[in-house]
């Protein structure tokens, strides 16, 4: 049952079936080149796309708009210290400005990066600060309860083939965006903070979606049965020297973000300051106004708390539910902010080259005007990787109509599978690892 109600609301609408048609057409096949206003159903993305509470609306009057030394900025700092008990942060206009500041500041050219999965941007962030990146996702198998997790080992042999001082950190990403968004466990972030010990390495949490992640761990690893999603949430990040955030995730706002720093590392306090100042702004509002740093502060407590957070991995499942009954293959169990489906296994006339994934998006707007992502060969290049179709729901923003829609939807594309055609690529920008949001397709007999 969800603990809240509406309070204002968006009206939303399908357009019919030859405008969707069109609209499809001309933005090359590629959902990213949509107008929202002609999507019904937006499953694009959770960042910065869920539904504000009226707490977090009220604090946005707060908002203190001063250049240096804001109370907003203040408020953020306490809530952050308070929830993910790093008491110093470096403000960011979102997760990539972040990674930017950490990742510009500890990666020097030649290093490597082992990371559990890197999300897109994290992989660019890595390679345009000179760096390797190099995922180390566990192996596991369906109904594993953390899928998510980093092959430490591999981590292991990775230093043994490079040399331990060419890598600056081990990055953890909870929950792992790039695998289905599975869960981590704390046990594995206690392991990845004995290897970053062993390397003498940073250890990074990628903390987008802690909260979250929390409420698997409390659910699903026995030691923290009982225990509060808040309490989770901080034993976890407390193994880590330094988090990237981005409040459009788990900070229930609609832009945002911040590293966090430990008390004790200056040194990297003092760099990831001048380097936030030269990319993101001044260290206290780092490209946010001060009512996006109130927003923030609200909810990033809103995120831990048990109401909020069961109704919210709750609902993604509910929506795997709807779909597994229409036949559709999904990954199991579904992860905290999306359901992924397997697309070759949906569209199997569909061969690798030719994008099932991402013709699947395509048939799923075109049939019931609803948008998901590609993650998959289209996203993700030269990639050995599953062909996944990521539905991710904001926050605290549908409801459970649209869900059925999405999968009635499913269910008529089904139905006309073998008419569904593949995909090439006519046009893509010269960085390979950012080419899904822009490139140009067409569809191939
Ligand atoms: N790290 C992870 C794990 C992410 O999922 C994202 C964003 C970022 C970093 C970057 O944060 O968008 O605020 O700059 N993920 C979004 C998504 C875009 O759709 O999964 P950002």
Redesign the pocket.
Known sequence: MRAYKAKAVERISLPDREARDRHLREAGYNVFNLDADAVFVDLL???GTGTMSDEQWAALMRGDEAYAGSESFRRLESAVADVMGFERIVPAH????A?NVLYGTIISEGDYVPNNTH?D??RAHVVNSGGEPVDCPVESEAGDPFQGNLDVAAVRDLADEVGAERIPAVVV?ITN?SMAGQPVSVENVRAARDVADELDARLVV?A?RFAENAYFVRQREPEFEGESVADVAREQLSYADAV?M?G??DGLANVG?FVGVREDDDELYERTRQRGILYEGFTTYGGMAGRDLEAMAVGLREAVEEAYVESRVEQVAELGELLQEVGVPIRTPTGGHAVYVDAEEFLPSIPRERFPGQALVCELYREGGVRGVELGEFAFPGESRPQLVRL?LPRRTYFRDHLEHVAETFADVAERRGEVSGLEVIDEPEMAELRHFSAELRPVE
């Open positions: 993305t959770d960042s979102q997760g990539r400005g990674e999300f941007t994290t990403t965006n990628d987008c990237v981005s459009k995730k973000g991710c």
